[in-house]
């Protein structure tokens, strides 16, 4: 079902030469693929798996059950794309969540909040009426930075020029540079001194300080904590984890801030509408059409690539969804990058401790704290519930352990159903459930991922958590399928397991990302340029790698600089 519309290798498609070819069809290489299309550019898109999407796909594994595999929710894809690209004309529905987030408690309390401002004030008071007045104001200063952070993400870092190029081209690239650190200054001066104090507090601080100044409530705390730790080797007392609260209010959906939806079809749907846009751009997407290496002439320019199976496919312009490592490490050959740039690729941070575990189920998990007598979904089942983390301790010490080499004791976890709003995906009266868990090494010192028993253990070690709080969660799943570190590294093309191409760090982010001195989606190959999550901005289904670095590269062959 999800391949539709979409071909395996064929000669035809091959024996040509393509303005540019993109290497992975992950959501940010369709994204490029289809802006260079729309801008005049034969383009074709060659992706290893059967089915596109990356990251953001949907499969059947279990009769009648669809899982998002491995992302799950939307709301940073960038709206300027989802209107470039008419994506609810291609098919994109996505499904609010509210509430959008459940915290129950051991204790028999609950913690529920979402876009109502009343239902958030009613259910933080539960706690503590110091953090439910508190609560608009932490929200107002989230989306004021963000407001400040979005001219960023949707351009291209302002990096020193590099390479040959002509005059118009040197002078068109100053002036670039001179027109975003002015808007930079601008948004600087209008945020005020004490908004910029409060801005690099949030963006150096660990995300325990920010807030612990801001709340006395531990399980309100530890439910907004989870948001800075997400796909992270880190805890909340992590130096900069501060900055990645922000993710709390950065998306939206049709023009809601904050607001974390669900899309109708699974995750899947997002690339099968940015693949649909792209084809009728004129795109020519190929699976099961994985590239081996770049061809590389003595120049040191890009001349196309090769296939697995020997084939060369010919262009003076590749761009590669995949991760830094593998772009630079594996696809190009030996001895044509500089030393230091080899060093930096080679020893950036791509560790993961995630796993994610998509179940299929007969019934709702029935929470003990919150038993609102609905007859079927209720508020507490329609967005993010949190299991586990009460308290940030409990999210430090199950980070710790993993530092350790054990995944945690008491993993921390993001359950989310999104069959409650969205009906496709399972049959009548039964459900699909993500569950999202924290902390998992790649590599464990007790056992395997391998090993289906050492699996089979973890896994029910997070059914039995789950029971805590629901009981009979475990008796309720039918079937399920997961994915450890190395699972997300060889099925989805993740190095380390890293869901962001690459650790999210203060070091790794705009100037830094992938490394330092090469920003800009360009790289020291002429011709090839990085498209995907490990390139400015960073993670999660964004979609602005692809767009930004599409831009990039339009310009780059108007100025003849390719």
């Known amino acids: ?48 798996r059967h089915l596109i999407g990356g990251a953001a796909i949907t499969e059947e594994l279990i009769p009648g059950f669809k899982f998002s595999r491995c992302s799950y929710l939307q709301s940073l894809l960038r709206p300027s794309i989802i209107r470039d690209l008419e994506l609810h004309r291609h098919g994109l529905k996505l499904l609010k969540r509210s509430p959008s987030s459940f915290t129950p408690c051991l204790d028999g309390r609950y913690l529920l909040l979402g876009p109502d401002a009343e239902l958030n004030h009613s259910e933080i008071s ?3 009426k110091q953090d439910a007045d508190a609560y608009p104001r932490y929200e107002d200063q989230l989306e004021k930075f963000c407001k400040f952070m979005d001219p960023l993400i949707d351009s291209s870092p302002p990096e ?15 002036l670039q540079k001179s027109e975003f650190w002015a808007h930079c200054l601008h948004q600087s001066v209008s945020m005020g001194q004490q908004g910029l104090v409060d801005f690099m507090d949030l963006l150096l601080s660990p995300a325990s300080n920010v807030l612990n100044r801001w709340f006395e409530s531990e399980v309100l705390k530890a439910t907004l904590a989870t948001d800075a730790v ?20 950065m998306g939206e959906t049709d023009g809601e801030r904050g607001i974390w939806s669900y899309v109708e079809g699974g995750m899947g749907s997002v690339s099968m509408a940015i693949g649909n846009a792209a084809k009728e751009a004129g795109v020519t997407i190929l699976t099961d059409s994985e590239v081996s290496k770049l061809m590389i002439n003595d120049s040191h320019t890009v001349t196309g690539v090769i296939l697995a199976d020997g084939t060369q496919v010919q262009s003076s312009v590749v761009l590669s969804n995949a991760t830094p490592y593998k772009t630079f490490m594996e696809l190009v ?52 519930i949190h299991i586990g983390s009460e308290r940030m301790e409990e999210i430090d010490t199950a980070c710790q352990e993993s530092m350790s080499g054990l995944p945690s004791k008491r993993p921390v976890i993001e359950m989310t159903i999104p069959s409650v709003l969205d009906k496709t995906i399972s049959p009548p009266g039964k459900h699909v459930i993500n569950l999202f868990i924290q902390y998992t090494p790649y590599k464990p010192n007790d056992g395997s991922w391998e090993d289906p028993a050492y699996r089979e253990s973890f896994a029910q070690r997070c059914f039995r958590l789950i029971d805590e709080y629901a009981p009979g969660f475990s008796s309720s799943v039918i079937g399920y399928d997961m994915l450890a ?9 993740l190095t380390g397991g890293n869901i962001f191409h690459g650790a999210m760090g203060l070091d790794s982010l705009f100037l830094m990302r ?3 001195g090469w920003s800009n989606y360009r790289t020291p190959v002429r011709g090839l340029y990085l498209c995907g999550s490990g390139a400015h901005p960073g993670g999660g289904v964004m979609g602005a790698p692809g767009r930004n670095a599409a831009r990039v590269v339009i310009d780059d062959i108007k100025g003849n600089n390719v």
């Open 1 to 48: 079902m999800w391949r539709r519309g979409f071909c395996s290798t064929t000669s035809s498609a091959l024996n040509k030469k393509w303005d540019a070819l993109v290497i992975g069809g992950g959501h940010n290489g369709l994204t490029a693929a289809a802006y260079l299309a729309q801008s005049g550019l034969s383009v074709a898109v060659l992706e290893r």
């Open 126 to 128: 539960k706690f503590s």
């Open 160 to 174: 020193v020029h590099q390479g040959v190029s002509s005059f118009n081209s040197r002078l068109k690239h100053k």
């Open 230 to 249: 997400i796909g992270t080797t880190g805890n909340t007392q992590t130096p900069g984890s501060g900055y990645v609260l922000l993710h709390h209010v």
């Open 333 to 384: 050959p030996e001895n044509i990058l500089p030393d230091d740039f080899t060093r930096a690729v080679k020893h950036s941070d791509y560790s993961s401790a995630t796993t994610k575990i998509n179940l299929a189920v007969d019934k709702l998990p029935n929470f003990k704290s919150c038993n609102l007598n609905y007859p079927e979904a209720g508020p507490q089942h329609m967005g993010t």
């Open 485 to 493: 570190p190395p699972d997300l590294e060889r099925i989805i093309g």
């Open 514 to 516: 992938p490394v330092k």
